[in-house]
């Protein structure tokens, strides 16, 4: 989904920084196989992830939906996966993540600041999506895609937040540029981070309809950053080397 990956480190902290460029022309995609049953395989070529929506959920789940697009899809009676790659199941897996307070900010104010907005958030949600052609099609090309072009990445956001006073309406009112930062930990050296450099909220005022508590839906687009060179990246420490290919 990402143009660039920067790889550091050495075991056990390997650390892969991944970016999405304007400046860049490349994309990646890649080969997917599906197990139907004994014999029965579809193999997908010039896989291209479209859309990646992930949501931050107060219940302490993140939740991801990705739409990944194929250039051409193939049945096959056997395991026809190209290359050899390396058995990462016995890894320790990205699950049950957790996120402290002090790893969680909005324009680097962390949640253990009472009252900051960042502290009154209740979900947070990032919705990707690249704009990928999929009518490419070709005469003479037997009803196979020629492409997946890749278009504009459009990153928008969405949160829910408890106005408990000016720091939020301020926010809300402002429309000035605010940053998002999560790292959620899973065990020593297994690490997600992702971070929104730039977005913009639009200016939105809490409707009140009784005495209890004022909670808001805000909506906004994250906006390319020239400091962080990106408009969406995710960092992942792992004790595995990110050059290898794993299955």
């Known amino acids: 989904f990402f143009h660039t990956l920067a790889a550091s480190g050495s075991s056990p902290d390997y650390i892969s920084t991944f970016k999405w460029d304007i400046t860049s022309v490349t994309f990646k995609s890649a080969i997917m196989q599906v197990k139907f049953a004994a014999s029965i395989y579809k193999r997908l070529t010039g896989c291209r992830i479209k859309k990646i929506n992930i949501k931050f959920m107060s219940e ?3 939740m991801w939906a990705i739409d990944i697009v194929a250039l051409t899809a193939t049945s096959q009676t056997s ?3 190209p290359g050899t790659v390396t058995d990462w199941s016995s890894s320790t897996p990205f699950e049950m993540l957790q996120i402290a307070a002090a790893d969680l900010k909005i324009n680097t ?5 009472a009252g900051g907005n960042a502290a009154c958030l209740r979900e947070f949600e990032i919705d990707a999506n690249v704009n990928i052609t999929e009518d490419d099609y070709r005469i003479a090309q037997a009803g196979a895609r020629s492409g997946l072009p890749v278009g504009v ?6 949160m829910k937040i408890a106005v408990e006073g000016a720091t939020q309406m301020t926010f809300m009112q402002a429309g000035t540029a605010a940053s998002f930062d999560a790292t959620f930990t899973a065990a020593a050296s297994r690490t997600l981070r992702l971070y929104v450099p730039a ?9 009140i309809s009784d005495d209890m508590g ?12 020239a400091t962080a060179a990106t408009s969406f990246q ?3 420490t792992t004790a595995n080397d990110p050059t290898v290919s794993y299955v």
Do not use: H, I, M, W
């Open 214 to 225: 004022v909670y808001v839906e805000v909506s906004g687009k994250a906006e390319y950053d």
């Open 234 to 236: 995710a960092v992942v």
């Open 199 to 207: 977005f913009r909220v639009q200016k939105t005022l809490p409707n």
């Open 153 to 158: 990445l459009d990153l928008g956001v969405k």
């Open 109 to 113: 104010v962390a949640s253990t600041t």
């Open 60 to 62: 302490g789940f993140l």
């Open 79 to 81: 395991d026809s996966l």
